[in-house]
């Protein structure tokens, strides 16, 4: 188990740092060259859009077991729908900036503010449109609220969660996304190693019987270590920014670890209340989709948040 999991996660960890070495190089050309189609997010993008329909299938595959039937196809669309007006409004606004000159510095809360009123037009959209679908299919009273409750708390956790994690690359770059999968996932390691060699105090045995405290702490440490290393020795290498402050890149290694380590829990949650041991069996050694996806989904607000307000990399 444990050798198909570090091999499999090298794996995706390599072929992640491919596909984003090839959407800089497309979306840097397109700029320079002015072509309005190639712009940000051109590779990135389409693969995201896949993990996230093979997310929504197992979140609907757990309500389903839960006894939640929403209509599937709203689902997806809503999900769509969010991470997609998400990446339109910052390639507008990448746009107006390296295309029509504008002078308007790239991250900040303006572009904060307009990618955020995208995203949540869209999730209102998404939610009229699981509305409009229940009526579609109304025979009888009884099921229509609770169909409604899944729908949207699914485009809410994946389509409105993941908008953050569009918002981090499109607005601070690969580095600012990378922060977040390499910190995550370095918890994931750490407290995995250490709750395996030392782990004694069970730490949610209901949720997740295999997580001790112990492996809790060891990944808090794995996580403050990281991202020490990524924005004190990586960063300034390669991304010449400005140093970050030991409290700026401290407090962004444990807030990631414990948010993810939320994210994690909040997955063993809707899995076991509906009696579910994974969430799918797409990915070797790990489970789902949702299980590689799950710490990330809840991390990505924290790290914008640590982000836009110049606490790392100021």
């Known amino acids: 188990m444990l050798s198909r999991r570090l091999i499999f996660g090298t794996l995706i960890i390599a072929v992640l740092l491919l596909l984003s070495w090839l959407d800089v190089i497309i979306s840097h050309y397109g700029a320079k060259k002015e072509i309005l ?32 039937h929403p209509f599937d196809p709203t689902v997806y669309l809503g999900n769509i729908l969010v991470a997609a007006s998400c990446w339109f409004a910052n390639v507008y606004q990448q746009f107006k900036i390296d295309i029509l000159g504008e002078t308007a510095s790239k991250g900040g809360w303006h572009w904060a503010v307009t990618s955020s009123y995208c995203a949540l037009f869209a999730l209102a959209v998404g939610v009229i449109i699981c509305f409009a679908a229940e009526m579609r299919r109304y025979h009888h009273p009884g099921g229509v609220t609770i169909n409604l409750s899944g729908a949207v708390f699914a485009i809410a956790y994946l389509g409105l969660l993941s908008c953050f994690m569009i918002q ?10 990378l922060s977040l999968v390499v910190i995550t996932k370095l918890c994931d390691i750490g407290a995995f190693a250490v709750g395996s060699l030392v782990g004694r105090h069970k730490m949610t045995p ?5 997580k001790t405290i112990e492996g809790a702490i060891g990944g808090i440490l794995f996580s403050c270590v990281g991202a020490w290393f990524w924005f004190d020795i990586i960063l300034i290498r390669f991304d010449n920014v400005h140093r970050t402050p030991v ?11 414990v948010v993810g380590m939320v994210g994690d829990l909040g997955g063993s949650l809707i899995k076991r209340d509906s009696k579910m041991k994974d ?5 070797p050694g790990f489970g789902g989709v949702l299980d590689v996806f799950d710490s990330l989904l809840m991390a990505a607000p924290a790290a914008y948040f640590f982000w836009t307000f110049r606490i790392v990399c100021p």
């Open 37 to 68: 189609w190639l712009p940000k997010g051109m590779v990135l993008l389409p693969v995201y859009l896949g993990c996230l329909i093979l997310l929504t299938r197992e979140v609907l595959r757990i309500l389903d077991a839960a006894g939640l």
């Open 168 to 177: 981090l690359y499109m607005a601070y770059g690969i580095w600012a996304v």
């Open 279 to 283: 969430s799918g069996h797409s990915v």
């Open 247 to 257: 409290l700026g890149w401290l407090a962004f290694g444990i807030v990631i670890a």
């Open 206 to 210: 209901l949720l997740s019987p295999g």
